[in-house]
């Protein structure tokens, strides 16, 4: 790994189910949430009441009331929560996600959770979602009740979120993709080495994962390589040429043309507005 943000996941929290658990903000955490950390999981942190503010993949914002942050699989985040704020987390592995997308094909599941997010909602829908939460709270101890109330709130925030729910079928694809990169966004090639592993022409390829992220593959290869950028800009104190050169680049000049096109601030920039 060319990243020192620590990854952290549920055995290492002493959670045995791999589904799903709620994490009481008042409990002691098994890990060091004041530092710019990652989990393997995914995480809902649901705030009732704000204050403080939120990094997520290097995107800072206040929390505010009635809003619910998305940390999806492997984005980095620090929750900086003030005193007075209250809420509560509830992690999901993507195990449970994949069986609910089984479950459920008519809507993208695996597509909509992928993106990180602070999603906001007015009085009337968040008391809606706080039926559901307030339920799931009092339920933990019965497993498959708990499990079930879960994919209603998924499929609720989807609802509230999307206006109408995702009525196109779910593509492997896209998902094969996504974990693709994750291990091989360092590869030039990886685009070309992902389309000769499935055997899928280039132009359907295009057009799967344009209709479902709105995103064309070189994209979504140049968010992942931005993302790794961002951390070791913020984490570590290497130069830009070494950091560069740590992504693949050819020479500074040109990694910081492309950071820059992703950020609209160039590397120097980014590190003096957040480090």
Same mark, same amino acid.
């Given at each position: 790994?060319?990243t020192?943000?620590?990854?952290?996941? %549920?055995?290492?929290m002493?959670?045995? *189910?791999?589904?799903?658990?709620?994490?009481?903000?008042?409990?002691?955490?098994?890990?060091?949430?004041?530092?710019?950390?990652?989990?393997? %999981?995914?995480?809902?942190?649901?705030?009732?009441?704000?204050g403080?503010? $939120?990094?997520?993949?290097?995107?800072?914002?206040?929390?505010?009331?009635?809003?619910?942050?998305?940390?999806?699989?492997?984005?980095? $985040?620090?929750?900086?929560?003030? /005193?007075?704020?209250?809420?509560?987390?509830?992690a999901?592995?993507?195990?449970?996600?994949?069986?609910?997308?089984?479950?459920?094909?008519?809507?993208?599941?695996?597509?909509?959770?992928?993106? /990180?997010?602070?999603?906001?909602?007015?009085?009337?829908?968040?008391?809606?979602?706080?039926? =559901?939460?307030? *339920?799931?709270?009092?339920?933990?101890?019965n497993?498959?009740?708990?499990?079930?109330?879960?994919?209603?709130? =998924?499929?609720?925030?989807?609802? =509230?979120?999307?206006n109408?729910?995702?009525?196109?079928?779910?593509?492997?694809?896209?998902?094969?993709?996504?974990?693709?990169?994750?291990?091989?966004?360092?590869?030039?090639?990886?685009?070309?080495?992902?389309?000769?592993?499935?055997?899928?022409?280039k132009?359907? %390829?295009?057009?799967?994962?344009?209709?479902?992220?709105?995103?064309?593959?070189?994209?979504?290869? $140049?968010?992942?390589? $931005?993302?790794?950028?961002?951390?070791?800009?913020?984490?570590?104190?290497?130069?830009?040429?070494?950091?560069a050169?740590?992504?693949?680049?050819?020479?500074?000049?040109y990694?910081?043309r492309?950071?820059?096109?992703?950020?609209? =601030?160039?590397?120097? *920039?980014?590190?003096?507005?957040?480090?």
């Open positions: 790994m060319i020192q943000v620590p990854v952290h996941s %549920f055995k290492e002493g959670i045995d *189910e791999v589904m799903a658990k709620v994490i009481h903000w008042s409990e002691p955490s098994m890990y060091n949430i004041e530092e710019v950390h990652s989990h393997d %999981f995914y995480e809902l942190l649901v705030f009732p009441k704000g403080g503010r $939120h990094t997520i993949n290097y995107h800072r914002e206040p929390i505010r009331d009635h809003s619910i942050h998305l940390v999806s699989k492997g984005s980095t $985040h620090l929750s900086e929560r003030s /005193p007075d704020s209250e809420g509560f987390t509830i999901f592995s993507d195990m449970y996600l994949s069986q609910l997308q089984q479950f459920d094909n008519s809507i993208d599941y695996r597509e909509f959770y992928s993106q /990180p997010g602070f999603f906001h909602f007015n009085t009337s829908e968040f008391a809606e979602l706080e039926i =559901l939460l307030n *339920e799931l709270m009092k339920n933990e101890a497993r498959s009740y708990f499990l079930n109330l879960l994919a209603s709130i =998924l499929c609720k925030i989807i609802v =509230l979120k999307k109408t729910v995702l009525t196109q079928k779910t593509d492997d694809t896209v998902s094969a993709f996504r974990d693709y990169l994750s291990q091989h966004y360092l590869d030039k090639t990886a685009i070309d080495d992902f389309l000769e592993k499935t055997k899928l022409s132009v359907v %390829f295009n057009r799967k994962i344009k209709k479902v992220t709105g995103l064309t593959p070189l994209q979504m290869l $140049h968010q992942r390589l $931005h993302l790794e950028a961002k951390k070791l800009l913020y984490n570590t104190n290497h130069s830009i040429k070494e950091i050169y740590r992504l693949n680049f050819d020479d500074e000049s990694f910081c492309f950071f820059k096109s992703q950020e609209d =601030l160039s590397p120097s *920039e980014f590190r003096k507005k957040y480090k």
